[in-house]
């Protein structure tokens, strides 16, 4: 029995189960159709099949011995857990999904998940909080999302390590050995009058004259020699060393809460994966660059090999990024598996804009309403989520409800909605809507009916009249485009990315993949700023 998947637009198929087969970067993207068949199998018409608790519907199969279901992992990438029932036997399988092209790569997905936690405490700090954290990974089961990127970690770490262990730098260190002075040819006379007060003399029987007249034809029977020897037990191989060792055992601990949480709190393969994740980096400590290394603190200093040998300062990244994935922040929109692409993308986008905002507002961001702080962690808020930096205001998800049954009068002229972000200015009427959507290509501009829903629905409801609230409405992408021309002439997408069709229509896109730079952010915050009056 075996179970295979045929990518879309492919006549390959793959083995996942059992002894899974490499399927290369890029093969099995999210929003494509995917066929997963089972072949060789006795009662395959009664198999059943879920990718992530969703049951999937069976094709025709092509054989009586065979079972075929189509699936498609929609907008998400990462990995998705499958479960196969066949005759009373349960089949537990990976899936791992790349982004589709022009959204990210696996590497700047990790980067993304790594961003949430950087912003989550660098936004802590400029809010004025300094609670402690990174003291352990605490007695509540780490949310699947840091965990997952805690994993990828271990994995560069893993190759690192080994190129260091390839070729490590060395220091010399001197030792002294008590020698038979027969051997100890190259003594100084230094060495030779030292050791005649810790062995027993005995006469030169060779050529005593070649001795100091002091000691009269006698030598040491040992001599004591300065012998100088390659060590690699430098205070950079330490600090490695202890610092596989923490990781290690934090990981492992963190199998362990995430084993033994209730079943509806975990997902099936995370603790296997993260226990396999805490033996990776354990392995490490048996290889010959920690022959003869002593103990030290899991807190490597900047020397200048740190600093500047390529290896080293590599280890040294992936120090800071793995401090960031064992800080103890929480909350629902990171307790969930990678698969779930566009949440995490939400969260992100929020977050980097909040961050951008704080560099613009001064520094200092009331997170008040963004973070739930408790000692020892802090919890990402999943109700009435907004941050206050100078006069800007971003709020998270915020609901608006039916405008005439509102105090204020805000809210839509039809139901319920909630726009992914909300930027507001002190002093301005006006308000302007972003909405994170981890689309590209024509996913954009299907999602674009939101952004047209947004900024019509939403109103000022009053005795003067019905006013909307948005002076503008915009989607967030991460489609890579750098629009050029003319936007009449230009196609879809690529007009609502144009700075002049926003400007035009107060509609449109604006391009942030998840390795954007500060420089987009700050370009975007402040066009959407402009649009509400300004600061």
């Keep these: 029995m075996e179970f295979h998947l045929t990518p879309s637009g492919s006549d390959r198929s793959y083995r996942v189960w059992p002894s899974p087969e490499s399927i290369p970067e890029g093969m099995v993207q999210e929003a494509r159709d995917h066929v997963l068949e089972l072949r060789g199998a006795d009662g ?34 990462g990995i998705a857990e499958a479960e196969l029932r066949v005759r009373g036997r349960v089949v537990r399988m990976e899936f791992v999904t790349d982004p589709a092209a022009g959204k990210a790569t696996r590497e700047t997905f990790d980067r993304m998940v790594g961003d949430i936690l950087s912003d989550t405490l660098a936004l802590l700090s400029a809010g004025g909080h300094r609670t402690g954290l990174s003291k352990g990974v605490g007695t509540r089961p780490p949310p699947l999302a840091r ?20 070729s490590p730098r060395r220091t010399l260190v001197a030792e002294t050995e008590a020698l038979p002075y027969w051997r100890a040819r190259a003594a100084t006379g230094t060495e030779i009058a030292r050791s005649v007060a810790t062995s027993r003399l005995i006469r030169d029987m060779n050529d005593p004259s070649v001795l100091p007249a002091a000691l009269r034809g006698h030598l040491p029977a040992k001599i004591r020699k300065t012998v100088r020897r390659s060590s690699l037990d430098i205070p950079e191989h330490r600090a490695v060393k202890a610092c596989l060792r923490h990781w290690g055992q934090w990981l492992s601990d963190a199998a362990d809460l995430l084993a033994a949480a209730p079943p509806e709190g975990r997902k099936s393969g995370a603790a296997a994966r993260i226990r396999a994740a805490a033996r990776t980096l354990t392995s490490l400590l048996a290889l010959p660059l920690f022959d003869g290394v002593g103990d030290a603190a899991p807190k490597p200093e900047a020397t200048p090999l740190f600093r500047h040998e390529p290896r080293y300062r590599e280890f040294m990244r992936l120090h800071e990024e793995m401090l960031l994935g064992v800080a103890p922040v929480f909350g629902d929109f990171l307790d969930l598996p990678l698969a779930r692409t566009h949440e995490l993308y939400e969260l992100w986008t929020y977050l980097r804009l909040v961050r951008t905002a704080s560099a613009i507002g001064g520094g200092f961001v009331d997170v008040s309403r963004l973070f739930r702080i408790s000692p020892g962690n802090v919890e990402i808020a999943r109700e ?117 069709y926003r400007a035009e229509f107060g509609i449109g896109a604006f391009s942030l993949p998840p390795d954007a730079g500060a420089g987009v952010l700050r370009r975007i915050l402040e066009e959407a700023v402009a649009f509400v009056g300004g600061l």
């Design 384 to 500: 009435r989520v907004e941050a206050k930096t100078g006069r800007i205001t971003i709020s998270f998800q915020r609901s608006y409800g039916e405008c005439w049954r509102e105090a204020a009068g805000v809210g839509s002229t039809s139901r319920t909605m909630v726009p992914d972000i909300v930027l507001s200015v002190e002093g301005r009427a006006a308000s302007v809507a972003l909405d994170a959507k981890y689309r590209v290509d024509g996913g954009v501009a299907d999602a674009m009916t939101s952004a047209h829903t947004y900024r019509d629905a939403v109103v000022v409801y009053g005795s003067d009249g019905t006013h909307p609230l948005f002076a503008g409405s915009f989607l967030l992408s991460p489609q890579r485009i750098d629009p050029k021309g003319d936007w009449k002439a230009a196609g879809s997408p690529a007009r609502f990315f144009h700075p002049a």
């Design 147 to 166: 965990l997952e990127y805690l994993r990828s970690r271990a994995e560069r770490i893993a190759d690192t390590v080994r190129a260091i262990d390839a």
């Design 44 to 77: 395959a018409d009664r198999a059943e099949l879920t990718v992530e608790g969703v049951s999937l519907q069976a094709l025709r199969s092509r054989s009586p011995d065979s079972a075929r279901w189509l699936w498609s992992p929609g907008f998400n990438a």
